[in-house]
């Protein structure tokens, strides 16, 4: 049930190849077997789609969007089917589809785990040029740092151990951040600084509750840059769909809202109503931050039940945990008080957790029981019961062909008193966390079968008939 996306492909120039084939009305170039190392070893940067099922058609239409809009800038190319091309796909590891993959002439450089919508575009554009962007004077600083997002700006020589240290990081780390070098030492010297690393926080963020400019002090790795620029993102930084990953590594709180520097610069600073509180708590484990609603409104309502229009007058406040715990404000965000109280109901675990579930059905009689997340409890931690459970998709393919299979094996066992087959949808239910195990192995009835006889606390009953464990 699972699929995966993964990686890209960058180049400056379109065209058709010894054995690539471009469709008229198509500005995705098609790989085969046959062609891929030779067009491949022409691009500078270049996505490319791995695909082989029903499901990968949902993505086609945004990539022929993305690669119209990125003509000339960005190649994006599609493997054909994965399961008639098997060199290419078995020789990067392709084992789920759709995936996405970033090439660099010809080599595999990463994964590309961005936004596959129309986010696509703007996240492609981080990958064409170089990873970390060379500043020659004053004006390409001022030019680089006076940006919508963070930036982080290394002052050393070029023969410097930490320069190249400061490279290898910005290779691994371009999706996510913005790097830029020079070997002017000068530069620095407005900022106290003769060598070393500085973040530029956005000019936008600016406020009297932190510095604008941080200097990197202590030893100098990979490793260390990472965790620089983590810890000096700000106390209140702006969540975007290029940082979500990163920022949601911690415990985070969002306020949405129509925050548009662009169109509504003065609604946007409703940001410094969050910004003040969180200075109050930012030592606290809890990061702030503050979003664009209509960049998540797909988000919202998909994990909050938050329609496009609901409240859209007011902040919508949210807190969402490492472990996937989530939790709403329903207090109306009028002003920092009525946040404050938000969080002190968090820090007391006086909050309920907003967890999105399915109605119970009122019946549930069948040889395969629902499972809604309001049940999950009750019908799968039963300590009395030994339980086999279905996580499906209702698009999803493999969930159709198994669901005959599947009711049958309920069919099997509905008179074993110690053994529960369920389901649930995973698509309009919160999953708890930590139930991310599958079941490997033939998904035949038999199969099944045997693998419950193997790994069940009884003996199981089958239409009435005890077998032996």
Not at 80 to 108: H, M
Not at 161 to 177: D, T
Not at 200 to 222: D, I
Not at 234 to 239: F, R
Request: glycine share 6%; charged share 25%; aromatic share 10%.
């Amino acid at each position: 049930m699972a699929n995966s996306v993964s990686g890209l492909l960058s180049g400056a120039l379109f065209v058709c190849l010894w054995g690539g084939s471009v469709s008229a009305r198509s500005d995705v170039v098609e790989l085969t077997d046959v062609d891929f190392d030779y067009v491949a070893a022409e691009h500078e940067t270049m996505l490319v789609k791995f695909y082989a099922c029903g499901h990968c058609k949902k993505l086609a239409p945004e990539f022929e969007t993305a690669a119209k809009r990125l003509k000339g800038v960005v190649t994006l190319a599609k493997q054909v089917d994965c399961t008639s091309s098997t060199e290419v796909c078995g020789r990067f590891g392709v084992t789920g589809y759709p995936t996405l993959k970033i090439f660099r002439n010809g080599r595999e450089s990463s994964s590309y785990d961005g936004p596959r919508s129309a986010g696509i575009v703007d996240q492609m554009k981080k990958q064409a040029g170089p990873d970390s962007v060379p500043l020659h004077n004053e004006k390409d600083l001022e030019t680089f740092v006076n940006h919508y997002d963070a930036s982080v700006v290394v002052f050393e020589s070029s023969d410097s151990p930490q320069l190249v240290e400061f490279l290898k990081g910005a290779n691994l780390m371009r999706e996510s951040f913005r790097f830029a070098h020079t070997t002017d030492l000068q530069l620095g010297l407005k900022y106290n600084l003769t060598s070393g690393i500085l973040l530029f926080r956005p000019p936008r963020l600016a406020s009297k509750f932190e510095e604008s400019v941080v200097s990197h002090t202590g030893p100098f790795s990979v490793t260390a840059l990472r965790r620089f620029i983590r810890d000096n993102f700000g106390i209140c930084p702006h969540l975007t769909k290029e940082n979500i990953d990163q920022l949601r590594k911690r415990d985070l709180l969002t306020a949405y809202y129509d925050l548009d520097y662009v169109h509504n610069p003065k609604g946007s600073n409703y940001w410094r109503n969050v910004m003040k509180v969180a200075s109050q708590y930012s030592s606290r484990g809890l990061l702030f931050s503050v979003a664009n609603r209509k960049d998540f409104e797909d988000e919202l309502e998909e994990d909050y039940g938050l329609g496009s229009t609901e409240g859209s007058e007011v902040p919508f406040v949210t807190i969402r945990t490492r472990l996937g715990h989530k939790y709403s404000m329903r207090e109306e965000f009028r002003d920092g008080k009525s946040l404050e109280r938000f969080l002190e109901d968090y820090y007391a675990n006086s909050l309920k957790r907003y967890i999105k579930s399915e109605p119970v059905p009122a019946k549930n009689n069948g040889p395969v029981k629902v499972v809604v997340a309001d049940t999950f409890e009750e019908i799968v931690n039963d300590p009395e019961k030994d339980v086999l459970i279905e996580f499906y998709a209702p698009w999803c393919g493999h969930c159709k062909k198994l669901e005959p299979k599947y009711t049958e094996l309920g069919q099997e066992l509905s008179s074993d008193p110690n053994i529960v087959i369920a389901k649930m949808d995973a698509t309009a239910n919160d999953v708890p966390e930590g139930y991310d195990v599958h079941f490997n192995g033939a998904r035949e009835v038999k199969d099944f079968l045997n693998f419950l006889k193997r790994e069940a606390t009884s003996s199981l009953v089958l239409k009435g008939v005890k077998e032996d464990l």
